[in-house]
C-alpha cells in the first residue's frame, strides 16, 4: 500500500479520527520501513477510548504505530514540525511516497 492507500483506510476504518489531528510520519513517507508511524492529536476523552478500539482493528490490516499526543504536548515538544508529520487527509488526495 502507497501512503494514499493506507491514508484512506485508516480515515475510512476508523470514524473517530474526525474528532483528531491524524498525522503520518517516519519513513513510510519515503516508500521505506516495514512500520507504519501515526500521530494522533486531541483530548484524552470517551471518543479516543473509541478510536483506540478502531485503532486496533486497524492494526490486524496494517503494522501501525501510533503516538497519541494532546495539543499541549504536541505544542510543547514542536514534533508535528520536527518530525515532517503530514496530515493524513493531504495523504488521503495526494500520493506522497
Known amino acids: 500500500m502507497n501512503t494514499k492507500e493506507i ?3 485508516l480515515l ?3 470514524k473517530h479520527l474526525r474528532f483528531f489531528e ?3 510520519f517516519g519513513s513510510t513517507l519515503n516508500g521505506t520501513g516495514y512500520d507504519i508511524d501515526i500521530l494522533i492529536v486531541g483530548e484524552h ?3 479516543l477510548f473509541e478510536l483506540k478500539k478502531e485503532i486496533r ?3 490486524e490490516n496494517l503494522p501501525l504505530d ?3 499526543m494532546n ?3 504536541a505544542k510543547e ?3 508535528i514540525k520536527k518530525e515532517n508529520c503530514v496530515k493524513l487527509s493531504v495523504l488521503a488526495k495526494n500520493n506522497i511516497g
Open 66 to 68: 501510533v503516538l497519541y
Open 7 to 9: 491514508a484512506m483506510f
Open 57 to 59: 482493528l486497524a492494526e
Open 77 to 79: 515538544t514542536n514534533f
Open 12 to 14: 475510512n476504518s476508523c
Open 45 to 47: 476523552d470517551e471518543r
Open 22 to 24: 491524524s498525522y503520518m
Open 71 to 73: 495539543y499541549s504536548e
